[in-house]
C-alpha cells in the first residue's frame, strides 16, 4: 500500500514546505508549519463540461440585487446583495456578526429562500436568537451541520437563493483529513462555496473568525477568492458598530455603515455625522470639526486637541483615530510656517467617536484645534474644515471638495475654511467659504 503524502502548511501565509521547519521560509512566522496529508488529485478530463458563451447572448440584469432590509448595510454592499456573491465577514468575538445576519436572513427571506447554516451553535440557540430579535421563517431554513457537502446539498434541495454559514471555521471537506480550521480546509472549503455560488446564482454569506492582531483568520487567498470582505469594528466604550468593506467587485472599497446595538438587535443610523458631533464642546477651545470623505459619502466629525505643559524632558505627541506620525509631522510644519512654537508642550489628538480617519483631508483642522488649545481660544461659531497641509506650509486640495461643503451646509454650520483649489465657483447656499493657500491664512481666518 503506497504511503499516503504529506506536506507542511503555514498556518498565517498558507505556504507549502516538505518538510517541518521553526520558522516559515516564506513569511518569517514561528512555529506555524503543520502536517496535512495530500489528497489524490483526479485526472482532468480532456473535454470540459462547461462550453463559451458569447457576452451578447446573456440575458442577465446586471441591477439585479437584494435588499436586505438595512439601508447602512445596502450601502457598505455597494447599492444591495448581488446573486451569487459571495460575503466576506469578520470581526471581533461578540461583535454581532451572527446577531446581524440573522437579522438580515428575517428580512430578506420574505422574498428569496434562505438557509442558515450553523456550525457553532444548536438549534436551539439560533432559536432563542430569532425570537429575541422578532426574525420570521417563512421561507427561512435553519441547519446546524459542519459538513460542507451536506450544507451545500440542502441549499440546493431547498432551492435557496441565500445561503449563510456561521462559520467557515467550522466547516470541513470530507475529503480531507486535516482538521477545522485549517488552512487546507479553508482553502478548499472557500474554494468549494465560490464555484456553487456562481454556478446556482446562490448568494453567500460567509463569517469569519479574526486573529489578535484584527485580519482574517486563514491564508490570504480566501480573501481574494470571495467577492466582498466586510470587517466589523467596535469600540468597547461605545454602543455603536462600525461596517467597513475592504474588498468590493460590486461597489465602492471603503464604503462604511453605521449601527447601534440594542436589546431587539441591530438598529440603523441614518445619520452618522449626528453621533460624531457633540454640539456642547464645539464652542471649546481645541474642538474643530472636519468633514471626512468614507466611501460614497462626506461623514462630519469632531477633533479635538489638548496642549498641555510638558514639565521637562521629551514631549509627547499622542493621537487617537489619527496617524500618529502624520501628527508629529504636521507640528513640525506649523511650527516652521505657522510661527506657533510648541517645542516642550505635550499634544494630544483625539477623533471622537472612535472613529479612524486615513485621508490626508483632516490635516487642516487637526492644527487648528492644535492652536485653539494652545491659545486657549475657541474657534468661531459654526465652523468647519478641511484640507491636506504640505511641507512648505500650503493648504493642498482634496477630492469631492464640493460636496463636502453641500454636507457641512445641510448640517447647519455657517462657514468652511478650505482650499483655495476646493472653493466652488459658485456662491454656495447657507454656508460662508473661506478659501485659504497657506497655514497662517488658515489661523488668522478661524479666529
Not at 136 to 143: A, H, Y
Not at 212 to 230: C, N, Q, S
Request: charged share 20%; with cysteine; aromatic share 6%.
Amino acid at each position: 500500500m503506497a504511503k499516503p503524502k504529506t506536506a507542511y502548511v503555514c498556518a498565517e501565509c498558507g505556504a507549502h514546505s516538505v518538510k517541518w521547519a521553526g520558522q516559515c521560509p516564506d513569511c518569517g512566522a514561528w512555529n506555524t508549519l503543520s502536517e496535512v496529508r495530500l489528497a489524490a488529485i483526479p485526472a482532468i478530463p480532456a473535454v470540459s463540461g462547461a462550453e463559451a458563451t458569447g457576452l451578447d447572448a446573456l440575458q442577465l440584469d446586471p441591477e439585479e440585487r437584494y435588499a436586505t432590509g438595512f439601508a447602512e448595510f445596502d450601502r457598505v454592499l455597494g447599492g444591495g446583495l448581488v446573486p451569487g456573491a459571495v460575503v466576506l465577514l469578520g470581526g471581533d468575538p461578540g461583535v454581532g456578526k451572527s446577531t446581524l445576519l440573522q437579522q438580515v436572513s428575517g428580512q430578506i427571506q420574505r422574498e428569496v429562500p434562505v438557509l442558515y447554516a450553523t456550525g457553532e451553535e444548536s438549534l436551539r440557540q439560533v432559536s432563542q436568537r430569532a425570537r429575541r430579535l422578532a426574525t420570521e421563517g417563512r421561507q427561512l431554513k435553519v441547519l446546524a451541520d459542519t459538513a460542507l457537502g451536506n450544507v451545500l446539498g440542502e441549499a440546493r434541495r431547498n432551492a435557496s437563493r441565500i445561503l449563510i454559514i456561521d462559520s467557515i471555521q467550522t466547516m470541513t471537506a470530507a475529503e480531507l483529513t486535516s482538521a477545522p480550521g485549517s488552512v487546507a480546509q479553508l482553502r478548499e472549503c472557500v474554494g468549494r462555496i465560490v464555484q456553487f455560488a456562481k454556478q446556482n446564482e446562490v448568494s453567500v454569506f460567509v463569517i469569519g473568525h479574526v486573529t489578535k492582531e484584527g485580519a482574517i483568520a486563514g491564508p490570504r487567498v480566501v480573501e481574494h477568492m470571495v467577492d466582498t470582505v466586510l470587517y466589523f469594528e467596535n469600540d468597547p466604550a461605545s454602543r455603536y458598530t462600525l461596517i467597513r468593506s475592504v474588498k468590493n467587485r460590486f461597489g465602492a472599497t471603503g464604503e462604511m455603515g453605521v449601527f447601534a446595538m440594542t436589546g431587539s438587535g441591530f438598529r440603523e443610523v441614518r445619520n452618522p455625522s449626528a453621533i460624531f458631533l457633540s454640539r456642547d464642546t464645539l464652542a471649546e477651545p481645541g474642538s474643530v470639526v472636519s468633514i471626512a470623505w468614507e466611501g460614497s459619502r462626506a461623514l462630519l466629525v469632531e477633533m479635538q486637541a489638548l496642549v498641555a505643559d510638558g514639565g521637562g524632558g521629551y514631549p509627547k505627541r499622542v493621537a487617537q483615530g489619527v496617524d500618529q506620525n502624520r501628527l508629529a509631522l504636521l507640528l513640525a510644519v506649523l511650527q516652521r510656517h505657522g510661527d506657533v512654537q510648541l517645542g516642550p508642550e505635550d499634544v494630544f489628538l483625539n477623533v471622537v467617536g472612535g472613529l479612524k480617519i486615513a485621508e490626508t483631508a483632516a490635516d487642516l483642522p487637526t492644527l487648528l484645534a492644535v492652536v485653539s488649545s494652545f491659545r486657549d481660544r475657541p474657534c468661531r461659531r459654526g465652523l468647519v474644515s478641511f484640507g491636506e497641509i504640505g511641507l512648505a506650509g500650503e493648504v493642498r486640495p482634496v477630492r469631492y471638495g464640493e460636496e463636502r461643503i453641500a454636507t457641512a451646509a445641510k448640517q447647519g454650520f455657517s462657514c468652511a475654511i478650505v482650499p483655495r483649489a476646493n472653493a466652488p465657483k459658485r456662491k454656495a447656499a447657507g454656508i460662508e467659504i473661506l478659501p485659504v493657500t497657506r497655514i497662517r491664512e488658515a489661523v488668522d481666518a478661524a479666529f
